[in-house]
């Protein structure tokens, strides 16, 4: 007989989802999972951009409910398809009321879906539009940590509001460069997978407060759910897993990264 998985644990404290991708959730309805969401305490969700393709479906979905939010960018899997048109359509909607963040752009050389020449343009490309737009940035960077400190290093002094390096799994210089520049670091699931000892290392020398919480769904589901799709209302085990893995008390955790999160995608004017 299988193992009875734990049931979602719920918290006083709201949780903030800064990072998933509703779109491509297949498993449920999608009412249904923001209702689930709902449940346990998930007070806003931020469903992320990454094609010409979906522009547009997350700007539409970012008005379904009054606390799902999103964000414009080409990842940089896509980066071959970015054109003067894309570019466009990103700066025009760049300051909408419900677009938080310029993203997922970045760099990816462990797919190299995409040229890395064009990648880093894009990159850039993309930077500049957070810098003309005082708009933070979401950044995905996977086996680039060289080039990508080296372009972040040509927008410190123009990226007024920085951002998150999203689902860290790189090194410790990559995350030392930027916590030292004020960015925030974002860990999801795959803090609770067994051989993610790399990942945890990285937590603990994060400070909590430039910590972010986030699924990525529906990739990455954290233990004890791997094996299904993954979902916002799973936050509350990444939370905990954070909280282990730092020895500190959940509540400071769940208080604190939900201040990370309100300062990096809404602060107060």
């Not at 410190?156 to 990559?174: A, D, K, M, Q, Y």
Request: hydrophobic share 35%; glycine share 4%; with cysteine.
């Amino acid at each position: 007989m299988s193992k009875k998985r734990r049931e979602i644990p719920v918290f006083n404290h709201p949780i903030i989802e800064t990072h998933c991708h509703l779109d491509y959730l297949k498993d449920q309805p999608l009412a249904d999972i923001l209702e689930q969401s709902q449940q346990v305490n998930i007070e806003r969700v931020i469903t992320i951009a990454v094609s010409p393709d979906n522009l547009a479906t997350v700007r539409k979905l970012s008005h379904i409910a009054p606390w799902v939010y999103g964000t414009q960018g080409i990842h940089p899997h896509e980066a071959e398809r970015y054109s003067d048109a894309v570019e466009a359509e990103i700066r025009e909607h760049a300051r909408d009321e419900k677009i938080v963040a310029i993203g997922e752009i970045g760099l990816d050389y462990y797919y190299d879906n995409a040229d890395r020449g064009v990648q880093r343009d894009v990159f850039r490309r993309q930077l500049q539009i957070a810098c003309d737009n005082q708009r933070p940035v979401v950044i995905h960077s996977r086996d680039a940590d060289d080039d990508t400190i080296t372009i972040l290093k040509e927008f410190e002094n123009s990226l007024e509001r920085r951002g998150v390096i999203h689902s860290f799994t790189s090194g410790p210089g990559l995350a030392q460069y930027a916590l030292d520049q004020g960015w925030c670091l974002g860990f999801n699931g795959i803090t609770s997978f067994n051989k993610a000892e790399n990942v945890r290392d990285i937590v603990r020398m994060t400070p909590i407060e430039q910590i972010l919480l986030e699924t990525d769904a529906p990739f990455l589901t954290p233990v004890p759910y791997r094996g299904r799709e993954n979902a916002p209302f799973y936050l509350p085990f990444i939370a905990e897993k954070i909280a282990d893995v730092k020895e500190l008390p959940l509540d400071q955790v769940l208080s604190q990264t939900y201040l990370n999160s309100l300062r990096t995608f809404f602060p107060q004017p």
